[in-house]
């Protein structure tokens, strides 16, 4: 499924999403870690985080690349603790969280300069 949205646009989705980020920068439901590769030169940090094994296994994978400064974390999206105003920017994308008013409130407290997501 991933590889035919990939195919249908998800790709150049993504770079839109996250094109304009600058600084440290926390995504919230990382999955496989897809959008890991988009992060531009200018985003300096990123704490991927993702709650579920599997796929937090492909992220860290996906995070090891030479020149990456990702960090994959076993967190929920409804409880991330130790982020506050640590990050300028949030990214929710492609993924599934079970509260997203809660994920909404939780990425607020940090606060981010900037919010990228779609549900």
Not at 39 to 65: F, T, W
Not at 66 to 85: K, Q, S
């Amino acid at each position: 499924m991933a590889a035919t949205s990939e195919a249908c646009g998800g790709t150049e989705h993504r770079w839109r999403l996250l094109t304009g980020l600058a600084g440290r920068v926390i995504e919230v439901g990382t999955g496989t870690g897809r959008n890991l590769a988009h992060h531009l030169p200018r985003v300096p940090s990123v704490v991927a985080v993702e709650p579920e094994e599997r796929p937090r296994v492909l992220a860290a994978q996906a995070a090891a690349a030479p020149a990456a400064r990702i960090t994959v974390v076993a967190e929920h999206a409804d409880a991330l603790p130790g982020y506050e105003h640590s990050h300028d920017a949030a990214i929710v994308s492609h993924g599934s969280v079970p509260d997203p008013a809660r994920t909404l409130a939780e990425i607020r407290r940090m606060p981010p300069v900037s919010v990228v997501g779609a549900w």
